[in-house]
């Protein structure tokens, strides 16, 4: 059963960075793609970033430039350093796995204060 434990959440001024750490409980280059996903109160669940097994990376457009999806296969860890953080990006951040299947983690809150 493939678990994926999200990390790193928290409170910061708009402006402030946070970086987030998405550890698998297997090896993370079994899956085609890894990602995090985003979701606020009352909104739907929406792709932030994801990237392939061989390190190409896909980017929403209202985080270009701000946020930079990373992945370690030693540590079967993925990472997602956040910038220039604005109050319109809080919400929960899911960790996903690809292998067919999507897999989620349990979620980790974050919230930008003005």
């Known amino acids: 059963q493939v678990q994926l434990v999200e990390s790193g ?5 708009a402006g402030g960075s946070l970086r987030l750490s998405c550890a698998a409980s297997g090896s993370i280059f079994s ?6 996903y985003r979701q606020a109160p009352g909104k739907q669940r929406d792709l932030v970033a ?8 896909n980017y929403a457009d209202f ?9 370690d296969n030693a540590k079967n860890t993925v990472y997602l350093q956040m910038n220039s953080l ?15 299947t999507r ?5 980790t809150q974050v919230t930008v204060s003005s």
Do not use: H
């Open 86 to 100: 604005k109050p319109e990006d809080t919400a929960v951040y899911y960790c996903a796995a690809q292998r067919g």
């Open 31 to 36: 899956f085609n793609t890894m990602g995090w």
């Open 63 to 71: 985080v270009k430039g701000r946020f930079t999806i990373s992945r």
């Open 103 to 107: 897999f989620w983690g349990q979620g």
């Open 9 to 13: 959440g928290g409170l910061v001024q």
């Open 50 to 57: 994801d990237i392939t097994r061989s390190g190409s990376r």
